[in-house]
């Protein structure tokens, strides 16, 4: 069980939202790179990165940040990132970058045809996020609601080639509520390649569960307010997932 912790980019600084509301933000750090080093120290073995206003924008918007967060990972772990991936040129830069998976979200359920194309061209690197409300998957950072069942475009894109899905329950995000796990687990069952579980850890009790299934296909799980609240201890629970 991968424990990620998240980085969410806004403005330059690493911030956590609520169910993805630009307007209801709290900042944990000026200095991102500083951030993903502190997790590194603490055990992590891969970074999530989300480039907030970029999400918004469309095109990526914290190239400056997320530099500087490369340079400091300095290769010691694999690093992730969405947020306005919109065409092959994106993708293809992130990934000289050094940048080793990138994450489709709203285009994929707006564009098939770019994630096909986009898992063709980069083979092994790339992750569809889908974002889901009571079944049914969010785009446009979570603002508008499709009438796209996550479990139907979930088996779609994984006959696509795509490396892993990351699954984010929208009414939890942000809001320490505990991870969806029977929806998480569902989705998992459905398709063959690995889910990542997102939105709404609040203890270490939900890592538990998740590592109580994971070998249902459940492949890690995304950590935010979580750990910069510390209701989750990070590396106790990076100890906890290293003993199983």
């Not at 306005?84 to 489709?104: F, K, N």
């Not at 785009?139 to 892993?164: I, M, P």
Request: aromatic share 6%; glycine share 10%.
């Amino acid at each position: 069980m991968l424990l990620i912790p998240a980085i969410d980019l806004k403005d330059g600084r690493c911030v956590r939202l609520r169910q993805g509301d630009m307007d209801a933000v709290t900042v944990f750090s000026d200095d991102p790179a500083a951030m993903a080093n502190q997790w590194l120290d603490q055990g992590a073995e891969r970074l999530h990165l989300v480039d907030l206003n970029g999400a918004f924008a469309g095109k990526p918007v914290n190239r400056e940040a997320i530099e500087a967060i490369i340079e400091a990972v300095d290769g010691d772990a694999p690093v992730q990132i969405g947020g306005g991936i919109r065409d092959l040129d994106t993708i293809e830069a992130y990934l000289d970058l050094g940048i080793q998976y990138v994450i489709i979200g709203t285009a994929a359920v707006k564009n098939p045809g770019f994630l096909r194309d986009a898992c063709t061209a980069f083979p092994g690197h790339i992750i569809v996020g889908l974002d889901a409300r009571d079944g049914k998957v969010a785009t446009d950072g979570w603002s508008k609601l499709s009438r796209h069942d996550v479990v139907d475009l979930a088996q779609k894109f994984a006959d696509y080639g795509c490396e892993s899905i990351i699954y984010t329950d929208i009414g939890r995000d942000g809001m320490l509520s505990g991870v969806n796990i029977p929806a998480t687990l569902a989705l998992a069952q459905a398709v063959n390649i690995p889910v990542i579980a997102s939105g709404g850890v609040s203890s270490i009790d939900d890592i538990k569960a998740l590592c109580a299934v994971a070998d249902e296909g459940i492949e890690g799980v995304i950590l935010g307010r979580s750990i910069y609240e510390g209701t989750v201890d990070f590396q106790a629970a990076q100890r906890y997932v290293d003993a199983l």
